[in-house]
């Protein structure tokens, strides 16, 4: 068996594991790049594999760093089956026709506007090829016994979101793990990862490697910042992932309302996108914390602004409001029409409540720019930046630990570290060395692993 790491190695987006047997190729997540131009580029280099020689693809969650390359895959030519969980179908529905729809957007934009050095810029795939490749999708149970040529497989609950899953690999009589992203064991919203059975080699994430979540409690920093928002009469714009994050905030914020520990006040969920997840989130209540009566008060309390219209109409919104919108990095989406409006207003305070990922719009305003590029413009940066790192969907090194000790994997495990950053990537892999048995590496862009 070989495996070429094709993405998700030594950044946190693009994963992509093509495993080979003599006989069979299957492409363990499909996401793509994002981030800094030099890795977006990748998006439209060819992948070291034959479209038609493809057997399948396995995705572990619906995030579009592991499920957006699909589309890609469909309009080259690929027609094998997309394994996954139900969630994960039901949620790629949403994300991939948004993500087609956000580059048709953009590359008009772009053509419009004379931005690009294209003459004609094309998006990677538009909504049309998107919401053709949700044909592909094959839904599984957690647990249920799929095959591929000679590779069998399952997937087993990995917390995080709906639907996310580690996928467990076997051929060739080895055990292969995939980690997914690993959810946390005290999360807002989701249930913890479940422990890994015995394994010959895992490739596991390390989003957080080399950091440890904030212990604060996230309902009082939320209640925190909204506080000190109400009190000045601005306005809160949180740039939230669509799937989790903006329903972890919804459920916050209701409750911090209904116990009073914050004034009410209007709150807008300004994503078409995150609003059709809550309705999906509702539907798998098997998979989250929320009772019943908690996931309906999450929707009750805040406004939904699905049309552009409804959107464009909260700019004549008294202040103080609280604004909901995607991108949770910045990337896109609505939330940078709200930031071209309101970020020279030194009353307004943006909160980012997830990862940023280097050369993100995110990133760079956690560095403390003091402006920031949005469609060719430069808009000047006077608002409040703040960050709350409680509600992340990911573990942290330690959580990984944990997860990893909970689990049956014999001590001297080889594990490949993947989807980090740099310096998360090197940070776990010394606390790993220092502190356990396994045997750690770092996986490298384009490596191949053979077992």
């Not at 139900?86 to 948004?98: F, V, Y």
């Not at 060739?172 to 005290?186: A, E, W, Y």
């Not at 008060?297 to 939904?304: A, E, G, S």
């Amino acid at each position: 068996m070989r495996i070429t790491f094709i993405g998700g190695t030594e950044t946190v987006t693009g994963s992509k594991f093509l495993v080979e047997t003599e006989t069979t190729k299957v492409l363990v997540d499909c996401g793509l790049f994002q981030g800094y131009k030099w890795l977006r580029e990748r998006n439209w280099q060819p992948l070291p594999v034959d479209i038609e020689n493809l057997d399948a693809v396995i995705l572990t969650h619906a995030h579009l760093d592991h499920s957006g390359y699909i589309p890609v895959l469909y309009k080259r030519g690929f027609r094998g089956p997309v394994f996954t969980h139900h969630a994960t179908k039901a949620l790629c529905q949403i994300l991939l026709a948004d993500s087609g729809h956000i580059q048709e957007e953009d590359a008009k934009y772009y053509s419009k506007h004379n931005l690009s050095k294209h003459a004609h810029p094309e998006p990677l795939y538009d909504r049309k090829t998107a919401e053709a490749s949700i044909a592909l999708f094959q839904s599984v149970d957690f647990d249920e016994q799929g095959e591929v040529g000679d590779i069998r497989f399952h997937l087993q609950p990995a917390g995080h979101i709906l639907g996310a899953a580690s996928i467990i690999l076997e051929a060739d009589s080895k055990r292969i793990g995939f980690s997914g992203d690993v959810g946390r064991f005290d999360d807002v919203l989701m249930k913890p990862p479940r422990p890994l059975p015995k394994l010959d080699l895992l490739l596991m994430e390390s989003t957080y490697g080399n950091r440890q979540h904030d212990t604060q409690d996230s309902f009082q920093q939320l209640a925190a910042v909204v506080n000190r928002v109400a009190k000045s009469g601005g306005v809160l714009l949180v740039p939230a992932f669509a799937v989790g994050r903006a329903q972890a905030l919804q459920h916050l914020l209701a409750t911090l309302m209904d116990k009073g520990d914050i004034p009410k006040m209007p709150i807008y969920l300004d994503s078409p996108m995150a609003i059709k997840v809550s309705d999906v989130f509702c539907q798998y209540s098997d998979q989250h914390r929320l009772t019943h009566e908690q996931c309906h008060r999450m929707c009750d309390v805040v406004t939904y602004t699905r049309t552009v219209d409804e959107s464009k109409a909260i700019a004549g919104q008294a202040f103080p409001h609280i604004i909901i919108a995607g991108s949770g990095m910045a990337t896109g989406g609505r939330i940078l029409h709200h930031f071209k409006r309101l970020l020279d207003n030194s009353k307004t305070t943006v909160l980012f409540t997830g990862y940023q990922a280097g050369g993100t719009r995110g990133a760079k305003m956690l560095e403390g720019v003091d402006a920031v590029k949005i469609h060719g413009a430069w808009i000047p940066l006077r608002a409040t930046v703040e960050v709350i790192s409680g509600l992340s969907g990911h573990a942290d090194y330690l959580e990984l630990t944990q997860w990893l000790t909970q689990s049956e994997l014999a001590d001297t495990t080889p594990i490949q570290l993947i989807h980090g950053d740099p310096e998360a990537l090197e940070g776990l892999r010394v606390h790993l060395q220092e502190n356990t048995k396994y045997k750690v590496a770092v996986a490298g862009y384009r490596d191949i692993l053979r077992l």
